[in-house]
């Protein structure tokens, strides 16, 4: 841990610890929950929630949190390595996602429905694009060599930046998938909002620790003051 969150006030480090432990079992046990009600391979309709679950709700969520400095299940590992897991893991999120829209896309064109008429399926695409750009986009992070003049501490920034408006869309995507007529019909009372509150408690505690992740609460370091020596007498 860097001298700067050492110096943090321990409440503030547990509350964030706390908070990180608590959207990794959160994520998962929602990624559990839609694989239940679903029952992928049932039919061709069940690959898509399921899929996009997986996609946005449990791997998107994992490679974020990889570099929380509170949280993350592998914070002692190199940041290299930090760096090739978290692009597998958007690479996962991509196929389930690309996987997910296939099956939806095919189980319409089988019933003879139109597609993308709502809001979920628009969202759905947008940030299935967001999401396969913003992997391409860090490539150049994992292979220098690829940068060719760019900052690479600025590309850092700007790609967890990104990433975070990204990871919001996946949230909002999954936020307007429980609101449609599957899932509505899937579950009754208090379920329903019980389910809406998992997205939206990630998305928010994923933004609250934004700072954390993309380093702007890190602290500048301190420069050394030059004496001037008086002037003898």
Partial sequence: MSIHHESEPKLYRYSRTVCGVFTHVLCALFSVFITVLSRPGSSLFSWHPFLMTLAFSFFMTEAVLLFNPYSSPIKKLKHKTK??????????????????????????????KPHFTTWHGLIGVLTLAVVGLQSLGGLPLLYPKLAKGWSLAKLKRYHAAS?????????LSLFLGLCSAWFSSSVNGYVWYLAVLCPVLCGLVIMSQG????????????????VTPLPSV
């Fill in 83 to 112: 760096g090739r897991l978290h692009w597998i893991l958007q690479g996962l999120c991509v196929c389930c996602a690309a996987a997910g829209l296939s099956a939806i896309f095919y189980n319409k064109k089988l019933n003879d």
């Fill in 163 to 171: 990433g975070l408006l990204t990871y919001l869309l996946g949230s």
């Fill in 211 to 226: 700072p954390a992740l993309i380093g702007w609460d890190q602290a500048p370091p301190l420069q050394s003051a030059t």
